[in-house]
T-cell receptor, first 113, second 113 residues
Framework: AQSVSQHNHHVILSEAASLELGCNYSYGGTVNLFWYVQYPGQHLQLLLKYFSGDPLVKGIKGFEAEFIKSKFSFNLRKPSVQWSDTAEYFCAIGSGNTGKLIFGQGTTLQVKP | EAQVTQNPRYLITVTGKKLTVTCSQNMNHEYMSWYRQDPGLGLRQIYYSMNVEVTDKGDVPEGYKVSRKEKRNFPLILESPSPNQTSLYFC????????????FGPGTRLTVT
């Protein structure tokens, strides 16, 4: 069965620290990969996506992610976080014929000013 | 403005009292979907629709119904809500099932007592 695992459930960083959130998935076929962000009280917004091509993808707000096929990973990174990055982050894969997105459990990021 | 809207945003109800959560999108998207978000579980798909009059079960369909009579609307129906349906619900849409990039509504927080 397809699944997505996010290893960090709760991350606390100070402003200007670097961020890396882990995401691993289990699926043998071709997948589309996503990172969504959910700011407090808001709906999910797309941060970035990978369908094919360059495995290093850049998203909004200075975020990037690297797809490593051999490791089934799609980790999210940001060189220097800001207080406004405090949010919950979800990794997701899209595959198969149903259009379904399979989400990880989410990682809550708290950035201290 | 391209968006997915949901109503109501907050709802407190009692066990067994039928309710409907509406969802509407103005992007002419073919694909629409309902997810529920629970702490530690991420988002799980309840039902999806690939087009008008075409709906199918997701991962957690028990206790829910949907309909797709018009392209823009995709209501979620709880005929006899139970406390284990207390959750945060998101409607989402995408251009087609293959697109996978989904746009999310603002969410409906449902409490069933």
């Amino acid at each position: 069965a397809q699944s997505v695992s996010q290893h960090n459930h709760h991350v606390i960083l100070s402003e200007a620290a670097s961020l890396e959130l882990g995401c691993n998935y289990s699926y043998g076929g071709t997948v589309n990969l996503f990172w969504y962000v959910q700011y407090p009280g808001q709906h999910l917004q797309l941060l970035l996506k990978y369908f094919s091509g360059d495995p290093l993808v850049k998203g909004i707000k200075g975020f990037e992610a690297e797809f490593i096929k051999s490791k089934f990973s799609f980790n999210l990174r940001k060189p220097s976080v800001q207080w406004s990055d405090t949010a919950e982050y979800f990794c997701a894969i899209g595959s198969g014929n149903t259009g379904k997105l399979i989400f990880g459990q989410g990682t809550t990021l708290q950035v201290k000013p | 403005e391209a968006q997915v809207t949901q109503n109501p945003r907050y709802l407190i109800t009692v066990t067994g009292k039928k309710l409907t959560v509406t969802c509407s999108q103005n992007m002419n998207h073919e694909y629409m979907s309902w997810y529920r978000q629970d702490p530690g579980l991420g988002l799980r798909q309840i039902y999806y629709s690939m087009n008008v009059e075409v709906t199918d079960k997701g991962d957690v369909p028990e206790g829910y119904k949907v309909s797709r009579k018009e392209k823009r609307n995709f209501p979620l129906i709880l005929e006899s809500p139970s406390p284990n349906q207390t959750s945060l619900y998101f409607c989402a849409s995408s251009l087609s099932r293959g697109a996978y990039e989904q746009y999310f509504g603002p969410g409906t927080r449902l409490t069933v007592t």
